[in-house]
């Protein structure tokens, strides 16, 4: 057998495991020129740019059963079929990957944000937002932290639909109309962001560019509390409320500590 190859000099050559040859002869994607009676597999010098081809082609990522098809009726035209077939599927994933890029990013800057929070808790402050776009989805029943949860994720599962990833941010939306009746949460409901503008999808709303009185805070939605001192604050200082309210949530329920127990929100009131 000194015209051949063993198996651990053909898997030396080519950077592979010796088990990676045998489950390659296993599947019939690559097998040994003979095998001796002691069942020890051999190649030949000229078996090398086969194995070599098939190396290439799994490391660009293909799948064996489509290397093995194409290794069985290799040709000119169909090994640039196949290389532009992969380059295709190559180029969605990259978009795929920077989408999902993007959402990380997109959650970093909502985390990083909540790191500034302590000096401004508490404390009115007048921040211009750009135009944002939102899924709202109505409450159906009583505000409480349950149908929070609950309706949080019927608006994830709209955007799940439509394969967008609820990286943005989301929190309660409260009718300006409402804001002077005894029923303050009537018609309210939960919205989560967008992360462009230009995306179709069902239930989306505007939530309009301009200046906005905000405050953070510890506290769930449903205590008005935080919300009344806040336009209390508005009144006095002359400002008028010109659309509806956004209790942002930074920091949910998976950052309660034992001293916390509540969301880390931040009101948000668009003003003139």
């Not at 795929?96 to 808790?121: D, G, H, P, V, W």
Request: charged share 25%; aromatic share 12%.
């Amino acid at each position: 057998m000194e015209n051949y190859l063993s198996i651990s000099e053909m898997a030396a050559i080519h950077h592979i495991t010796r088990q990676t040859l045998i489950y390659y002869d296993k599947i019939g994607l690559f097998t040994p020129a003979c095998t001796d009676e002691n069942g020890y597999r051999y190649y030949t010098v000229d078996q090398i740019p086969f194995l070599r081809e098939i190396c290439f082609l799994k490391s660009i990522g293909i799948k064996l059963k489509d290397i093995k098809h194409h290794i069985e009726n290799r040709n000119l035209t169909s090994a640039i079929s196949l290389l532009e077939y992969h380059k295709e599927f190559v180029d969605k994933e990259i978009h795929k990957l920077l989408q999902t890029r993007e959402f990380i990013q997109q959650r970093l800057n909502l985390f990083s944000e909540a790191q500034q929070y302590e000096c401004k808790l508490d404390k009115p402050i007048v921040e211009s937002f750009p135009e944002r776009y939102a899924v709202f989805v109505p409450l159906e029943r009583e505000l409480c932290k349950d149908e929070l949860h609950l309706t949080l994720m019927k608006a994830w599962n709209i955007l799940d639909e439509y394969g967008v990833l609820p990286s943005e941010g989301f929190g309660t939306l409260i009718l300006k109309d409402q804001l002077s009746e005894r029923n303050v949460f009537k018609g309210a409901g939960v919205y989560t962001l967008l992360p462009h503008a230009d995306q179709s999808i069902k239930n989306k709303i505007i939530l309009p560019a301009g200046k906005y009185v905000c405050m953070y805070k510890y506290g769930m939605p449903y205590d008005v509390k935080y919300l009344r001192e806040l336009i209390e604050w508005i009144d006095d200082h002359g400002y008028e409320i010109v659309g509806d309210v956004m209790d942002a949530c930074f920091l949910d329920t998976t950052f309660y500590e034992n001293d916390i127990n509540v969301d880390l929100c931040q009101l948000q009131i668009p003003v003139k």
